[in-house]
Nanobody
Framework: VQLQASGGGLVQAGGSLRLSCAVS????????MGWFRQAPGKEREFVAA????????HYADSVKGRFTISRDTASNMLYLQMNSLKSEDTAVYYC??????????????WGQGTLVTVSS
């Protein structure tokens, strides 16, 4: 299984970015795909997750109403649309595949991370 995240960059506060994650490997049935982030000096935290099979979605409270997670099952792509970005959203963002929901240890496979920097 390989996950390749992309789309990070520098954006002003209030702006938008769209992260992508290309997923390859075995069956996705019964798996969740998630986005996590890790800011400098902080622990990795949950952002959003989506069931690959059912499309059920779960967001962290800090991003509800601003971020949208989606997946394209035909092309094996995961996305995170981030709007109304704030300086506190600055972090390295990781995509992950596993059978958990919001807990990082429940995810088995991780991408390399893509840096999002929001300037105030």
């Amino acid at each position: 299984v390989q996950l390749q995240a992309s789309g990070g960059g520098l954006v002003q506060a209030g702006g938008s970015l769209r992260l992508s994650c290309a997923v390859s490997g075995r069956s996705f049935a019964n798996y969740n795909m998630g986005w996590f982030r890790q800011a400098p000096g902080k622990e990795r935290e949950f952002v959003a997750a989506i069931s690959w099979t059912t499309g059920h979605i779960h967001y962290a409270d800090s991003v509800k109403g601003r971020f949208t997670i989606s997946r394209d099952t035909a092309s094996n792509m995961l996305y995170l649309q981030m709007n109304s970005l704030k300086s506190e959203d600055t972090a390295v963002y990781y995509c992950a595949k596993g059978q958990g929901s919001s807990s990082a240890p429940e995810y088995d496979y991780w991408g390399q991370g893509t840096l999002v920097t929001v300037s105030s």
